[in-house]
């Protein structure tokens, strides 16, 4: 399996932030991890990477209620990105609330990313699925 | 002509010369003028037999003879020609006057000329002769005409005029130029005259006729029209005639005759014989109009197609020569008495037969009555004739339609009845009476008016008295009859009143039984009321408009609605009158459409505003009214008042909105459960996950401090959801009225420290007399977030300003909470604002449970919160107080 060069976590959830570190850590799937508390922060630095011509994250596990900005704001503003490469952008959330699959469905329709849906808690099995180069 | 002839002798003369005189003899006598040679002596040497025969000289030896011989006496004058002819000097033309032996006047042109010989030597003189005697006459007798005309002018206004052609001179009498309007010493010429003729048809007239004159010999007599030298137009007949003398055409003579002022009088006299003529021929009379001798002057076209005769059988005849008299040998003696009475004043009448076309005798009432001049003188006789074969046929008409009144009145349903008008008592009556009364013919005699009328009231009985007086009838008037077995009847009464000859007054009555009619009425009456009672107590509004949407009736549902007591207060209004213009207007199309379509507008949810703002909601139909040919008159509009079901409707609807409103709440708090639960849950699982396999003591100790977090996080978490289901469960609320200013000084005290360290400022605007139904506690902690929020999110830059004031809107007292703080993005956020943790400043305090909770409590004291806010500006929360429940 290739490395993955950069990976990044978008949760205001400490715990949810150690545990997926940590998974990755230990298969050591990736060169690189950056951790965000809200999609506010995660957006103006990939935005400030792109213009600096830095490759921007492969994977991102995105969760969707945070402060500020959530991952739907995120991924709206993220869609508009001019990024060429596919990314993997796995979704990470506890809700069972109908809407938020729903707005899956309309993200994955508008993207050529790959877009994946997870209920918290994600386990060492899933990590491996879900960490690979889109 | 002369001169030719001079030139003629002279060639004779040269001819002459060296010719035998038997042949010179021979040769003068055939000359076709009249002339004779005479020597120095004045003896006649040579002589045209026209000479001879001019001067009546057959019988006498004229040859050798002296001319003071043959002449008896010659005048001086002539011998002093003929001594200067010797001389060698022509004469002039001269004019002799000659008797005949039969004493009848010639007239004679003469020239004497010298006679010269071969040698050019006078040896006597030529005597030529003309004999223009019919020229002379001719002259004289037109000079003679013009005198006569002249004479004759003056008396009769007609002017003459002649014409020379010889002369090329015209001649206008002095009335013919003062008929031109021109001087007597003006002197008129053919062109000059022609010019005075009208130009057009005038002229064109008389230079055709002058024309046709000179080559047909034709007189001429035309109206024209002239333009005297002054411009006044005349009308006159210009008669005309040419003169030809021996065929030579020599001249014109004709007459004016001004008739200007007659064609006037002319036109009026025609008029009224026009009006006379129609008069005359349309009359249905036969007329004719005959001399004092009985001769016809005029007949009528009526007497003319009686006869078949033309107008010219019957005028100039006489009177009892006419072909109509039956025995004309009889009549005639006896007409021509009555025509001589006439004549002398006397006026004839009496009815006779007379015989018309197909000889049918025919009775006439014939008059002759005779006709005054102005001087009182009988100048004819107007004999007429009645046809009284006509009146003859009325009788028999009448006579007719009296069998049919008879049979009308025998059998008409109504009774009539002929009664004495002073003593009552009844002289006829007919079958309907018979059978409505009970009584017959043998009562006539014995009944009278009194028996069978109810005695009605004294009053009544003047009223129709003093009608029948002023008008000689009454009625039609209700009474009541009885009848011969006593029973009475309703009686609808006329009379008209008639005089018979004895001058007795006579009652003509008709009664009409009227018991069914009544009945009829009774019965429509009850209908009616039965029917109004029924529209009335109906729970509907019930009305009918006509085509103009005017109330032609309401029933009293309408009328409570409208707020009226009486119908006539309502009848003629329109809704404009009534309501609202706005649905006044509706309304009105509404009723339009119905009534031109002729369908019915059935069971339509209509909204009705009265004029003082009162809002209804019926169910109304429309139904088109149509007339007895199906024409559409107007409409019955029946509406049921739905206000009340309609509110309940509302309510249920309001009822619907928040049941279903809370529903989504609940469904969103327990999405919002879930998750949080679910959420601690999953991050426990993989951190006992991570505990198991976990080998590092150090990285153990932290996996357990997460838990020991994740654990503290969860009690929280179940602590809020606890707080919130507290109050979306609470059902009956302890309501209590509470002074908002008094409150919020309250929470400023408890606040005060916080306050302080903030360098905040709350001012408190809130009127103080300001109560609101609120829970108390609910009250203080929604007062006390907003305060603390305004306050954690401030910016740095500015102190807090708290500012709070009250308003009361309709059914709420709004309290606003206005800070100058950060503000927020309302585009971006304003869906999430109120939503469970949801933050949205990078605050640490931020917990994203104070606005959820702020607005489950506004909401469960069924009030509601706004928000308007601008970055970098402040936030203003409104919170909607309900007053009301």
């Known amino acids: 399996m290739k490395k993955i060069k950069s990976i990044c976590i978008i949760d205001d959830d400490p715990i949810t932030v150690f545990g997926i570190k940590k998974m990755l850590n230990s298969f050591d799937l990736a060169d690189e991890i950056k951790t965000y508390v809200n999609g506010k922060e995660a957006i103006d630095e990939i935005s400030q990477m792109l213009e600096q011509n830095i490759p921007v994250p492969e994977v991102i596990f995105l969760d969707i209620n945070m402060p500020i900005m959530d991952g739907w704001q995120f991924l709206e503003k993220f869609l508009t990105l001019n990024i060429e490469s596919k990314i993997r952008i796995n979704i990470v959330t506890s809700s069972i609330d109908p809407f938020d699959r729903q707005q899956w469905e309309h993200f994955k329709s508008k993207t050529h990313h790959l877009i994946e849906f997870k209920n918290k808690p994600i386990r060492k099995n899933d990590i491996l699925e879900i960490t690979k180069a889109a | 002509m002369l001169n030719n002839q001079n030139t003629l002798v002279r060639n004779y003369n040269r001819m002459l010369r060296g010719t035998p005189t038997v042949t010179f003899d021979y040769l003068i006598r055939q000359l076709p003028t009249a002339t004779a040679f005479i020597n120095k002596k004045f003896e006649v040497e040579f002589v045209s037999d026209k000479w001879i025969k001019d001067f009546d000289f057959e019988k006498t030896q004229v040859i050798g003879q002296s001319i003071y011989a043959l002449f008896e006496e010659i005048s001086e004058e002539w011998e002093l020609v003929l001594k200067k002819c010797l001389k060698g000097e022509k004469s002039d033309k001269g004019i002799h006057r000659h008797f005949d032996n039969d004493k009848n006047e010639h007239w004679f042109e003469w020239q004497n000329i010298p006679w010269y010989d071969e040698k050019e030597n006078i040896i006597g003189v030529i005597l030529q002769t003309e004999d223009i005697t019919n020229r002379v006459t001719l002259e004289l007798r037109a000079e003679k005409l013009a005198t006569l005309l002249d004479t004759q002018s003056e008396v009769t206004d007609v002017g003459s005029w002649e014409y020379d052609v010889e002369r090329n001179s015209l001649h206008w009498c002095d009335t013919t130029k003062k008929l031109h309007d021109v001087v007597s010493s003006y002197e008129p010429n053919i062109d000059t005259a022609i010019n005075f003729y009208k130009e057009g048809y005038s002229r064109n007239t008389i230079a055709m006729a002058v024309d046709r004159a000179i080559q047909f010999k034709e007189p001429w007599e035309e109206k024209c029209q002239l333009i005297t030298a002054k411009g006044r137009e005349i009308t006159v007949i210009a008669k005309g005639k040419p003169i030809f003398k021996e065929d030579k055409f020599i001249g014109l003579v004709g007459v004016f005759r001004d008739i200007t002022p007659s064609i006037m009088s002319e036109e009026k006299t025609k008029q009224q014989e026009r009006h006379f003529s129609t008069i005359f021929n349309s009359s249905y009379q036969f007329t004719g109009i005959l001399d004092t001798q009985g001769t016809f002057l005029e007949i009528n076209k009526t007497a003319l197609k009686f006869s078949g005769l033309k107008s010219s059988d019957v005028v100039n005849k006489k009177f009892w020569d006419a072909y109509w008299w039956p025995i004309p040998d009889m009549v005639k003696d006896g ?101 409505t009364t009970g009584y017959n013919k043998d009562h006539i005699g014995s009944l009278k008016v009194q028996d069978i009328l109810v005695t009605v009231s004294k009053t009544q009985l003047l009223r129709i008295k003093k009608e029948i007086e002023s008008n000689n009838a009454f009625g039609p008037e209700e009474q009541q009859y009885i009848r011969k077995d006593g029973t009475k009847f309703p009686v609808l009464v006329s009379g008209s009143l008639v005089g018979n000859k004895k001058g007795r007054k006579l009652l003509w009555s008709t009664a009409q039984d009227i018991s069914e009619s009544k009945l009829k009425e009774i019965q429509l009456k009850e209908e009616q009321t039965l029917l109004r009672t029924l529209i009335d107590n109906l729970p509907l509004n019930v009305f009918i408009k006509d085509l103009d949407s005017r109330k032609i009736l309401v029933n009293k549902a309408e009328l409570d609605y409208m707020g009226f007591k009486d119908q006539s207060e309502v009848l003629g209004k329109t809704d404009f009158d009534l309501y609202d213009k706005d649905v006044a207007e509706i309304s009105r199309a509404e009723d339009v459409k119905v009534m031109k379509s002729g369908k019915p507008m059935l069971g339509v949810e209509t909204i009705n505003i009265k004029k003082d703002g009162t809002i209804t909601t019926f169910l109304t139909s429309k139904i088109p009214l149509r007339g007895d040919k199906g024409n ?254």
Do not use: C, W
Request: proline fraction near 2%.
């Open chain 2, 335 to 435: 007409l021509k008495e009555i025509i001589k009475a006439a004549a002398q004043g006397e006026t004839m009448r009496s009815e006779i037969v007379v015989l018309d076309k197909d000889k049918n005798p025919i009775p006439v009432d014939f008059s002759l009555i005779p006709v005054y001049d102005e001087n009182n003188q009988v100048v004819s006789l107007l004999a007429e004739g009645r046809m009284i074969k006509e009146m003859f046929e009325a009788r028999k008409k009448l006579k007719i339609s009296e069998q049919k009144f008879r049979a009308l009145y025998e059998l008409s349903p109504t009774s009539y009845i002929l009664s004495d008008f002073e003593t009552g008592e009844i002289l006829d009556f007919n079958t309907a009476f018979e059978e």
């Open chain 2, 632 to 885: 559409v008159k107007g409409l019955i509009g029946i509406s049921l008042d739905i206000s009340d079901l309609k509110r309940k409707e509302e309510e249920l609807h309001d009822l619907i909105n928040v049941t279903s409103h809370q529903n989504k709440k609940l469904i969103n708090f327990a999405h919002i459960v879930s998750h949080n639960l679910r959420s601690h849950t999953a991050n426990f699982s993989m951190l006992l996950d991570f505990l198991v396999s976990e080998t590092d003591a150090e990285e153990k100790n932290r996996i357990i401090k997460m838990l020991m977090e994740a654990s503290d996080n969860l009690l929280e978490t179940l602590e809020n959801l606890n707080e919130v289901v507290a109050i979306s469960t609470k059902i009956n609320l302890d309501k209590k009225s509470i002074n908002l200013s008094e409150k919020i000084n309250t929470v400023e005290q408890n606040l005060i420290a916080f306050l302080k360290n903030s360098n905040a400022l709350v001012i408190n605007d809130v009127d103080e007399d300001i109560e609101v139904k609120a829970v108390p506690s609910y009250v203080e902690s929604i007062l006390m977030n907003f305060i603390t929020n305004g306050i954690k999110y401030k910016d740095p830059m500015r102190k807090p300003v708290i500012h709070l004031s009250a308003e009361t809107k309709g059914d709420y007292t709004v309290l606003s909470i206005k800070d100058n703080g950060l503000g927020i993005d309302l585009e971006e956020h304003g869906d999430k604002l109120f939503g469970m943790y949801k933050t949205f400043h990078e605050n640490p305090d931020a917990r994203g449970i104070g606005l959820y909770i702020t607005k489950n409590q506004i909401e469960a004291m069924n009030g509601k919160i706004t928000v308007e806010s601008k970055v970098g500006k402040g936030t203003i929360f409104k919170i909607y107080f309900n007053e009301k429940n």
